[in-house]
């Protein structure tokens, strides 16, 4: 089956600290791969995908390689900020139409 | 281009009532999916539609919980006889379904339902 592990949370950081928030999946397939942000009081949000093996998505400074052989897509972001304070989902898309969503990370990084 | 809208935001019944939500997708998107969140947890896929076509179900899903999109563009969401468990988030998404975008799906706000 398919399906999303995130690393649990919570996880604070200070600014400027470098952040690691681990995803790994179980899939069918070649599936297309996610991350996903909800800010305080707001909807999700795409933040970066890749559709294919080695593939890196990367957006306002976050970043996320496809590793088919390790089955994982680490989001990384070398320095945050206190604006980076949010829920962070790791998704997938497996060959059907059905989205598969990990339980969340929230991040919280003080000044 | 607005977004996705959701409607009403926040719903509170009581037991045994039952309720309809509405999603109003990006104009040119043909594929709209509903989900379902919980507290401490991520979206769970329950429908998805393809224009006016209801093509996929999630198995979990209840027979008291029934979608509709009729001219394949608003949907609703209605949940019949309401139970408490089914306080949640409900979240709807749209999506232009083009395989090079990796079928990237833009979320609405939610409705939150709350039930007594």
């Known amino acids: 089956g398919n399906s999303v592990t995130q690393m649990e949370g919570p996880v604070t950081l200070s600014e400027e600290a470098f952040l690691t928030i681990n995803c790994t999946y179980t899939?069918?397939?070649?599936?297309?791969l996610f991350w996903y942000v909800q800010y305080p009081g707001e909807g999700l949000q795409l933040l970066l995908k890749?559709?294919?093996?080695?593939d890196k998505g990367s957006n306002k400074g976050f970043e996320a390689t496809y590793r088919k052989e390790t089955t994982s897509f680490h989001l990384e972001k070398g320095s945050v900020q206190v604006s980076d304070s949010a829920v962070y989902f790791c998704?997938?898309?497996?060959?059907?139409?059905?989205?598969?969503f990990g339980t969340g990370t929230s991040l919280t990084v003080i000044p | 281009d607005t977004g996705v809208s959701q409607d009403p935001r926040h719903k509170i019944t009581k037991r045994g009532q039952n309720v309809t939500f509405r999603c109003d997708p990006i104009?040119?998107?043909?594929?709209l999916y509903w989900y379902r969140q919980t507290l401490g947890q991520g979206p769970e896929f329950l429908t998805y539609?393809?224009?006016?076509?209801?093509?996929?179900k999630s198995r979990l899903l209840s027979d008291r919980f029934s979608a509709e999109r009729p001219k394949g563009s608003f949907s609703t969401l209605e949940i019949q006889r309401t139970e408490q468990g089914d306080s949640a988030m409900y979240l709807c998404?749209?999506?232009?379904?083009?395989?090079?975008?990796?079928?990237?799906?833009?979320f609405g706000p939610g409705t939150r339902l709350t039930v007594t």
């Open positions: 890749a559709t294919k093996a080695d």
């Open positions: 998404a749209s999506s232009l379904g083009d395989p090079r975008q990796g079928y990237e799906q833009y």
């Open positions: 899939a069918t397939g070649y599936p297309s």
């Open positions: 104009s040119e998107h043909n594929r």
């Open positions: 539609f393809q224009n006016e076509a209801q093509l996929e």
């Open positions: 998704a997938l898309k497996g060959p059907g139409n059905q989205f598969y």
